[in-house]
């Protein structure tokens, strides 16, 4: 399989994933696409840097050929669709309650157990 192929196949199943599994439709909305340049933004200078100085190199037999920024067309599709799909996936449990409150960090069980041990180390410390 080309990298080309794979790009194309994650593009696909992040859209089946945001349309059809999860019914986020992300990509229908305005807003996806007013912040997605900023993405592009970023990832167009992590590529260019890593293929431009050639610490990643690609086979030119895998890929289509057409760069933007020194990066193959296809870490595009590839970016998109590791974005989609995390956003998809966040959309989805916060539509579900998850997490939703209390606020970033407070009340995770994690948190709890963490701060618990802590508590019992530095009185068993004493």
Do not use: C, H, K
Not at 47 to 53: A, C, D, K, M, P
Not at 54 to 78: C, K, M, N, S, T
Not at 87 to 112: D, F, K, M, N, Y
């Amino acid at each position: 399989m080309t990298y080309t192929v794979a790009a194309l196949l994650g593009v696909a199943g992040a859209l089946i994933v945001d349309l059809a599994v999860l019914r986020t439709r992300l990509v229908t909305r305005v807003v996806f696409w007013a912040t997605y340049p900023i993405i592009i933004t970023f990832q167009l200078l992590s590529n260019g840097i890593l293929t431009g100085r050639r610490i990643v190199i690609y086979d030119p037999a895998a890929i289509i050929g057409w760069r933007l920024a020194y990066a193959p067309v296809e870490d595009l599709f590839f970016g998109f669709a590791m974005v989609l799909l995390t956003l998809s996936v966040w959309v989805w449990l916060g539509r579900r309650g998850v997490q939703r409150t209390p606020a970033a960090g407070e009340g995770s069980r994690l948190l709890s157990w963490a701060r618990a041990r802590m508590g019992q180390r530095d009185s068993a410390d004493m």
